[in-house]
């Protein structure tokens, strides 16, 4: 069984930055693509952006674009997402998520095989 491990997050001020890690336990997965989702008290699991293994390809909700950016490393299963100009409507549990094969619409969270515990970020005004 795979294990993906978060890391990065925590208590920030608005306008602040955070940078979010998320580690594969295994050394070779095969992978199409990796993402982020987060999750807000009292609300459904949206998408935040997501990077395509080959090609590095990436997709990101409207409302992360131009703060947010996403970036994977190929020597080992790892994904980033640097978050800048962070608002209090950001704050959310984020979880990253690893798609095995082909999808073609990468905002869906149904469709990936694999995911975190989830870190908390918090952003206070």
């Known amino acids: 069984q795979v294990q993906l491990v978060e890391s990065g997050g925590g208590l920030v001020q608005a306008g602040d930055s955070l940078r979010l890690s998320c580690a594969a336990s295994a050394r070779t997965l095969s992978t199409y693509a990796m993402g982020w989702f987060r999750q807000a008290p009292g609300k459904e699991r949206e998408f935040v952006s997501a990077i395509k293994w080959s090609g590095g390809d990436t997709v990101y909700a409207d409302f992360v674009k131009g703060r947010f950016t996403i970036s994977r490393d190929n020597t080992k299963i790892t994904v980033s997402l640097q978050m800048n100009s962070l608002k209090p409507e950001d704050t959310a549990i984020y979880y990253c998520?690893?798609?095995?094969?082909?999808?073609?619409?990468?905002?869906?969270?149904?469709?990936?095989?694999?995911w975190g515990q989830g870190t908390q970020v918090t952003v206070s005004s």
């Open positions: 998520a690893v798609r095995r094969y082909f999808l073609r619409d990468l905002t869906r969270a149904a469709e990936y095989d694999y």
